[in-house]
Structure formats: structure tokens, C-alpha cells
């Protein structure tokens, strides 16, 4: 089966530094990625998406990364704020199907 | 609001008891999905729904049982669970399921369901 993992399960920063989360996929023929950010007793909420024609794109106060040689996925934020406190995850569509592939997540807690 | 919204929010229920969670999506999409998300596990995909008709069942037990009565609306009836089913149940919708997904998915807020 696919898997999508992400390298930290949990991330402290400080408020106004820059946040970093990764994500690694396994299926080569991925070619549509999603970063979700889920908030305490809320459904994942969408961020940003990237098509594997590309290898960066830019939101507000976000950017993602994509590097299909090492099938690594990164989600940049910028000038981290304390309502960006959540749980991050990816996901990949798998090439073929109709369903997504969802990592575990990563939990960004940022220090005021 | 993502557009997408789910009742009840919390379900307490006990394992011989027949409840249903609802899902509605008012953005005009095509696809609907439930999924399960237990604590530390990625989402699992437990149906997905295009143009009301079922296109996907990941081997699901049968004690869970989906309904899409029209492209807005999607139920989940739920029917001697166990105790390991008590999770966070999301519903989601996208514009449509064209067999190689390329749209994003809007999720609802959950059903938080304990079952005792």
C-alpha cells in the first residue's frame, strides 16, 4: 500500500521564525499533493497544492516544495504566528485512483 | 466554514445502538467521502460517492453502512460498532471523481464518536 510519512511528529518555533515540515511519499506516480492543517476539534482545513510539473509554489505566508527525484514534499511558513498551531499532513493522490493518501501529521506548536 | 458540515459534532453511543452521522455540502460538488481518523493514524478512507452512486469501499465492515440520497447529502449509519471504532469521522467533497484525483478535497468539521 502507499505511505506517506513525515520525518518530525512534533515542531517547536518561535514565534516569527520560520517553520519548516516535511513529508516523504513512496509512489513515483504521484502527481497532485495537498498540505492540510488540522486545528484542535476541527477538520483538516486545505493550505496549498502543488502539481508534480512544478517544484514550488507560493501561498500567503506559505510555500511548498517538491522534490520528485527524493519524493519529498516540504511545507514552508513564514513569520510563524501562534494561530498557526495546528497539525500539518500531506497527502498524494497515488497517480491512479480516486483516493488520496494521507501522512500522520506533524504537530507545530509556536512559542509566543 | 469549508462548506461542508456534519452533525452530530459528538456521539456517544453503545455498541447494540443504531445511530447516523449526516454530512452536507453546500459548494455544488460532484464527490463526497467519508473518512475515519483514529488518534496517530493516517485518514482512512472509508467510501467515496460520485454523482450518488458508490465508486470506492476500502473492505469496510458491513456494521457501517453509507447512504448519498443526492449530491449534497451523505449519511453514514452506523449499527453495533465496536468499542475500537470510537474515532473522529470526516466527511469531505470535491468537484468530482474523474478517476485520477487532481482536486482538492474539502473537509467538515467531524463526528467525535465513542463508543462504549
Known amino acids: 500500500g502507499e505511505s506517506v510519512g513525515l520525518h518530525l511528529p512534533t515542531l517547536s518555533v518561535q514565534e516569527g521564525d520560520n517553520s519548516i515540515i516535511n513529508c516523504a511519499y513512496s509512489?513515483?506516480?504521484?502527481?497532485?499533493f495537498i498540505w492540510y492543517k488540522q486545528e484542535s476539534g476541527k477538520g483538516p482545513q486545505f493550505i496549498i497544492d502543488?502539481?508534480?510539473?512544478?517544484d514550488k509554489r507560493q501561498g500567503q505566508r506559505v510555500t511548498v516544495l517538491l522534490n520528485k527525484t527524493v519524493k519529498h514534499l516540504s511545507l514552508q511558513i513564514a513569520a510563524t504566528q501562534p494561530g498557526d498551531s495546528a497539525v500539518y499532513f500531506c497527502?498524494?493522490?497515488?497517480?491512479?485512483?480516486?483516493?488520496?493518501?494521507f501522512g500522520t501529521g506533524t504537530s507545530l506548536t509556536v512559542i509566543p | 466554514e469549508t462548506g461542508v458540515t456534519q452533525t452530530p459534532r459528538h456521539l456517544v453511543m453503545g455498541m447494540t445502538n443504531k445511530k447516523s452521522l449526516k454530512c452536507e455540502q453546500h459548494?455544488?460538488?460532484?464527490?463526497m467521502y467519508w473518512y475515519k481518523q483514529s488518534a496517530k493514524k493516517p485518514l482512512e478512507l472509508m467510501f467515496v460517492?460520485?454523482?450518488?452512486?458508490?465508486?470506492e469501499n476500502n473492505s469496510v465492515p458491513s456494521r457501517f453502512s453509507p447512504e448519498c440520497p443526492n449530491s449534497s447529502h451523505l449519511f453514514l449509519h452506523l449499527h453495533t460498532l465496536q468499542p475500537e471504532d470510537s474515532a473522529l469521522y470526516l466527511c469531505?467533497?470535491?468537484?468530482?471523481?474523474?478517476?485520477?484525483?487532481?482536486?482538492?478535497?474539502?473537509f467538515g468539521p467531524g463526528t467525535r464518536l465513542l463508543v462504549l
Open positions: 469531505a467533497s470535491s468537484q468530482g471523481v474523474s478517476g485520477r484525483l487532481e482536486e482538492t478535497q474539502y
Open positions: 509512489n513515483s506516480a504521484s502527481d497532485y
Open positions: 502543488i502539481r508534480s510539473n512544478m
Open positions: 497527502a498524494e493522490n497515488g497517480g491512479t485512483g480516486n483516493q488520496f493518501y
Open positions: 459548494l455544488g460538488h460532484n464527490a
Open positions: 460517492y460520485s454523482l450518488e452512486e458508490r465508486v
